[in-house]
Structure formats: C-alpha cells, structure tokens
C-alpha cells in the first residue's frame, strides 16, 4: 500500500562474515508491526506538484523478487526519480535471513536506468545494509541477518522521509540494541545509513566488538559475477589502486594523500559504476575505520605507495595491503579466490561496541554506551565520480559555519538514531545524525547565514517549529523561493521539527531567512 504525500506517520579474527554465534531466542515480535505496531496506511494517489521533482512516497508491504519490502520512491539532485526497496525484517526472507537491509536501489544513469540488487553472495548477502558485530579472534559475530527484528516508518513527510529497523543481538552472549535509519530527502541522491548501537543492557565493559554495519554486497555495476576494478578508502590517508583491470592481490596502489573524512569505495571504469559510504562527519570529529593491526597500517602503509611500502604491510605473495589490515572491508578476504566480490562494508576497531575507551589509531574512543555514526550510501556513474562528489560534500560541510541573526544556532542535540542523550555538536549547529543544519525557531522563523566553499543541497532544519504547515516565506540572500522548485520542505508536529532542502549549491554566505 502506498503512504500518501505529506502524511506523516508517528510514531573470523578479520574473516569474511558467514555465521553467527549463538544466541538467546528473540522475542516474539507483534504481529504486522509496521508504523510503530499500527495499522497500514491509506492508499491514496500522489498529488502532483509543480517542477519536474516530486515528493518522497513510500509503497509499504511490496513483494520485490519474493522479498517483501517498502519501497522509497525520492527524487535525486537532477529531479531524476530513484527508488530503494528496504526488506522486512520480522520473517525469514527468500534468502534466508531477516532482511533489515537494501535489496533494491536504482537511478537514471546515462538516459537509462540502472537498477542495482543483492549478489547473493556466499548464498548469505542479498543486499546492503545488514548489521555485522565481530568480538573474537576465531571471527565470531553477531548478525542481523540472523536476527528477527522490528521496522517502522519513523517520518513519512512531502519531502523527507525516514525508516527505521531495530535488533537486539548478542556479540560474545551479550545483548546489544541496534538501530538503523534510514533517511532520504527529495534532492538528494544519496540515502544516509545512521546507527546505534546501545550496550547498555549488556553492562559496562561487557562486549568487545567492531561494527562492520552498514555491510553487504550489491552488484553495483550489474553483475553479480563482474570484475570489481577498483578499491579505495579513507582514514587518515586516502588509498587508492591505479592498476587497470580487476583488482588482485598484486594491484598497484597510492596511500599519500592526506585525508579528513572518512570513506570507502568500489568501481568497474568499463561499466562505469562505483559504490561507496562517506560519514556524514570528518576524521577529527569521529575518526572511523578499524585499527586492526594495533598500529601497522600507519606504520608499515600510511603515507606510501605499493612500490614504497614498508615491509610489514604486504603479506607473502601480496602488493596489496595485507588483508587483515584494511581499515574497512571490501574484497580483501575473497581477493586470493574471486576478483569479482562486490562487498562494502563500514570499519571499526575492536572495543568500538562496548567499552568505555579503546585505542583507535593512536586516539583514545569510546563505545560504551553508546556507538553511533552516519554514512551516505553512493551508488552511481564512476565518470561522474560519485563518490568523490559525495566527498568533497561532506569536507566542504566540515569547514562551514552558520551564525543566526534570527533564532539560535543548535549547539548540541541526539548522540544518534535512536537515542535521546544531548551531546554538543563538534561544528555548531551541524547535526551528524543526517547531516543537516539545525536552528532552534524563534516564532516559528529564522534568519541564517550559512558559509561554505560549496554545499550541494544542504539542508536546514528548524527545531521548535509548532506551526502546522510549512512557512510562508523562504528566501535566499534577498530571492523569495519557489516551494517543491526552489526549496522542499517537510512539517513534522510530532517532534516540533520543520525540514528544508534547499535546491541549489550554497557558495560563500549566504543569507537563508524563514517566515
């Protein structure tokens, strides 16, 4: 059924992933529990809006290949319509897991349209978005695919809509609630995937895991038995293979560029499609990746190139960094058998789940009791450079700054999904969560200034907003916008919240005034 426009709806040391430890059966769960164990919502037909984007729309309960899904209908930054099928995970889906992830996404691309799903992988890994905890030196791990959980819409707005999936898993026997959401706005092409992870229930220092999440694998180039060409990633350095053709063990590679947030990605130039995850936040904020080699990969890798890499980075027979010292897993454990494994996966060091301070690249974190963090999940052209666009988006975020003339700039907020905790925000008034730009209303308006060297459809989100429709006036250094053309907005009573993409690229400062 179809959730109508504007609705909004209340509320292995370092192994490839294969099983999960044993666990506690899960609870029953409620039966259909869709929008916080409600009731379905009504079918009604769009409304069509003016401009060639249209709003969020989300189809619940729709069999995508057997799996069922609610399907997200968005319109991207070119007013290109993409979609993304996010399987149920309450019930053994027909791979059989509790899905809780991606299995479908596609976009225009080239004057088609791509439409990228699951490899199925190891017979395991049918889509993106699964939550993988490691906690032991044999490769244990927690899985969501193994684990029955619940989902819900948590916002289903004109132009702005999020959907949430929860578990409860069980990393060395220990409980540990999880929380993804997943969140998408109408101008922008990319979803964000932010998690929590709550150890609470486990007890302090109780779990010592990583968290691999959001993990999987998607034929991103359109076959589940293609080449992947190309690996990169970001930590401190950006590493990236400049062999041509698929990668192997042997693939040349460059790891001396500086680099301030955190990524990781895959490509196939003859196919011209890339995937990848950039946080919403820079190294220096949430420094991100796993340090699994207690200091090697900056020793030995960091700062090198393949033919100038110290001794211990390569394993016997390899050019490339040795597998267990990839600060995010890719290809690196299939490499010696397949070079077509499409997995993705997100990074962290062991302790990053659970423990009130671990040491992660030479930087003292914590993960107790709370993990949370943000990606924006690309997939797109590799000529276009998606990933890098996506980048370069969320650097320019870290050196941006906004002031208020009218209302007060947000200083702190939610530590993350799922969670009610205030905790500053590391640049004032950016929300990490999903990336937006938080102002506490005064009367229902603001007056802003945002500066930056170019943010691509930055969005600005008015906290303490009880007005029950959507302002006025939104104007931009002095221009009054066009609502669904210029600027698209979501109104949500329920948390007081008022959201605006702005559709255009912010340069400089620029003056945003809400009325």
């Known amino acids: ?22 666990a506690p059966s899960p609870q029953p769960l409620p039966e259909n529990p869709t ?29 995508v290949g057997g799996y069922v899904s609610d399907v997200v209908s968005f319109y991207d930054a070119g007013c290109q319509l993409r979609t993304a099928a996010l399987v149920r995970n309450d019930a053994r889906d027909p ?23 699951g490899t199925g992988a190891n017979g395991l890994w049918h889509g993106f978005g699964y ?51 997943w969140f998408f706005a109408t101008g922008r092409s990319h979803p964000v995937y932010a998690i929590t992870y709550d150890a609470s229930a486990a007890g302090v220092n109780a779990v010592a895991a990583d968290t691999r999440a959001p993990y999987g694998d998607m034929a991103f180039e359109g076959s589940p038995d293609g080449d992947v060409e190309g690996v990169g990633w970001g930590d401190k350095f950006k590493f990236r293979t400049t062999s041509a053709g698929a990668v192997t063990p042997q693939s ?33 904020s949430h420094p991100a990746g796993g340090d699994y080699g207690g200091g090697l990969l900056g020793v030995a890798c960091w700062g090198k190139t393949s033919a100038t890499r110290g001794a211990r980075c ?8 040795d597998a267990g010292l990839w600060p995010f897993q890719l290809n690196n454990w299939e490499l010696p058998f397949t070079t077509s494994s499409h997995r993705l996966a997100w990074g962290a060091t062991y302790g990053a789940v659970g423990q009130t301070d671990y040491d992660t690249f030479g930087t003292t974190s914590h993960g107790y009791p709370f993990t949370s963090y943000a990606t924006t999940v690309v997939m797109g052209g590799h000529t ?32 993350g999904v799922g969670r009610t905790d205030a905790v500053p925000f590391a640049l004032a008034g950016y929300s990490p969560v999903y990336g ?53 907005a979501t109104v949500d009573p329920q948390s007081s919240l008022l959201w605006i993409t702005l559709a255009r690229t912010v340069t400089g400062a620029t003056r945003i005034v809400v009325q």
């Open 252 to 284: 040349t590679w460059d790891y001396t560029q500086p680099n301030r947030v955190p990524y990781a990605l895959a490509w196939s130039e003859s196919k011209d499609a890339e995937m990848g995850l950039v946080q919403t936040e820079s190294w220096e």
């Open 384 to 415: 276009d450079s998606a990933v890098a666009a996506q980048l370069k988006d969320a650097e320019s975020t870290s050196r941006a700054t906004l002031t208020a003339a009218r209302g007060a700039v947000a200083l702190q907020g939610p530590g």
């Open 436 to 488: 937006t730009w938080d102002v506490d209303a005064d009367g229902n308006a603001a007056d802003v200034t945002l500066t930056s060297e170019g943010l691509d459809h930055p969005i600005l989100r008015l906290r303490k907003y009880t007005a029950p429709s959507a302002p006025g006036r939104v104007e931009v250094n002095g221009q009054l916008l066009v609502p669904h053309v210029d600027y698209f």
């Open 35 to 63: 929008v916080d164990g409600g009731s379905e919502p009504d079918a009604s037909p769009r409304v069509p809006l003016p401009g060639p984007c249209q709003g969020v729309d989300i189809e619940a309960g729709k069999s």
């Open 314 to 321: 390569s394993g016997a027979g390899w050019t490339m960094p």
């Open 95 to 117: 791979g059989g897991s509790f899905g809780g992830m991606l299995r479908s996404f596609s976009y225009a691309h080239g004057g088609d349209r791509r439409t990228v799903i």
């Open 1 to 22: 059924m179809r959730r109508t426009l504007g609705m909004l709806v209340l509320p292995m040391l370092l192994g490839a992933c294969g099983s999960a430890a044993s």
């Open 131 to 181: 939550v993988i905890a490691h906690y032991g030196p044999g490769g244990d791990d927690a899985e969501s695919r193994d684990t029955a959980g619940t989902y819900r819409t948590v916002l289903a707005g004109l132009h702005h809509a999020i959907h949430a999936f929860t578990w409860r898993i069980y990393p060395s026997g220990k409980p540990v609630d999880v929380t993804v959401h």
